[in-house]
């Protein structure tokens, strides 16, 4: 399995956001996951819906969008798992 981070982000209190990440081999099983920075306890402070573009036959273009569920401004990483 190959993981990383591919982005980091901000959002501003209660902001949604939009990321592309764009080139990925049509062939990979890939996971997205969102990890706050910034610290919250209490409550969860994000969540995410992933949307899939075909660029070509070969590569797909991921839509991240990332929604800051805290009162407060958040940091983010955007990681990845390539499953196979």
Partial sequence: MRVGVQ???SL???Q???WFTFNWPEGWDV???MMP???ALGAPELQW????ERGDPQHVTYWLTVTNLTG???N???RYAVLN
Wanted: without cysteine.
């Fill in 7 to 9: 982005f980091t982000g």
């Fill in 12 to 14: 501003a209190a209660n």
């Fill in 16 to 18: 949604s956001g939009r």
């Fill in 31 to 33: 996971i997205w996951s």
């Fill in 37 to 39: 920075i910034t610290a």
């Fill in 49 to 52: 819906d992933v949307a899939v």
């Fill in 72 to 74: 407060q401004p958040i």
């Fill in 76 to 78: 983010f990483e955007g």
